[in-house]
């Protein structure tokens, strides 16, 4: 099993451009999130998915969008690209709370710096 | 608004002493809580979890500790062992308005670095 992998591991972007990150996990889990790293900061919830075609709002959305068409893949999208948006992106993927299996796992990040 | 603090950026220690790693919430929702383990340039790693009916929580090495009128909770590694040596970070789980989904809200992380 590779768990959780995201692709790409680093980018460029210039301010103003677009780009998608994506996310694949093979441990079949419903739900998938996306987090964000600063310096000095924890990780920060972006979006999150429950399931195939549906998504919410996390802590800090604002400036992203997400798409879950298959119940594997989990996509970031940055419509218009700015610095603020220099982070590290981190995507996980977990079962339901319910199961009572808390523990979500962890990609090995993407380094996104936007000039 | 951090709902979750780890109050020390970095701590050192002794190999075969103990490490005894810190965090702070405020929101009575929360009702789980997880410790993850962060080497440079990978994700973070489940590590020990406890769930907010119990105070302590044993595997291995790693014990976690819960007070819950104080709203903190403690990491003991014993002995410390120099492959410790990461960014630990403390989360607190809540469900979110989405029935099993849940939120991780997390610390700042406390970078451990063990010494021979």
């Known amino acids: 099993n590779a768990g959780v992998t995201q692709t790409p591991k680093f980018r460029v972007l210039k301010t103003g451009q677009s780009m998608t990150l994506l996310c694949a996990q093979d441990?079949?889990?419903?739900?998938m999130y996306w987090y964000r790293q600063d310096p000095g900061m924890g990780l920060r919830l972006i979006h999150y998915?429950?399931?195939?075609?549906?998504?919410a709002k996390g802590e800090v959305p604002d400036g992203y969008n997400v798409s879950r068409l298959k119940k594997q893949n989990f996509l970031l999208g940055l419509e218009s690209a700015a610095p603020s948006q220099t982070s590290v992106y981190f995507c996980?993927?977990?079962?339901?709370?319910?199961?009572?299996?808390?523990?979500?796992?962890f990609g090995p990040g993407t380094r996104l710096t936007v000039t | 608004d951090q709902q979750v603090k780890q109050n020390s950026p970095s701590l050192s220690v002794q190999e075969g002493r103990i490490s005894i790693l810190n965090c702070d919430y405020t929101?009575?929702?929360?009702?789980?809580f997880l410790w993850y383990k962060k080497y440079p340039a990978e994700g973070p790693t489940f590590l020990i979890s406890?769930?907010?009916?119990?105070d302590k929580n044993e595997d291995g090495r790693f014990t976690v500790f819960l007070n819950k009128s104080a709203k903190h909770l403690s990491l003991h590694i014993v002995p410390s062992q120099p492959g410790d040596s990461a960014v630990y970070f403390c989360?607190?789980?809540?469900?979110?308005?989405?029935?099993?989904?849940?939120?991780?809200?997390f610390g700042q992380g406390t970078r451990l670095t063990i010494n021979p």
């Open positions: 996980a993927s977990s079962y339901s709370r319910d199961r009572g299996d808390y523990e979500q796992y």
């Open positions: 441990m079949n889990h419903e739900y």
């Open positions: 998915s429950v399931g195939e075609g549906t998504t």
């Open positions: 929101n009575s929702m929360f009702d789980y």
């Open positions: 406890i769930s907010s009916i119990k």
């Open positions: 989360a607190a789980s809540r469900e979110s308005t989405i029935q099993g989904a849940q939120k991780l809200v």
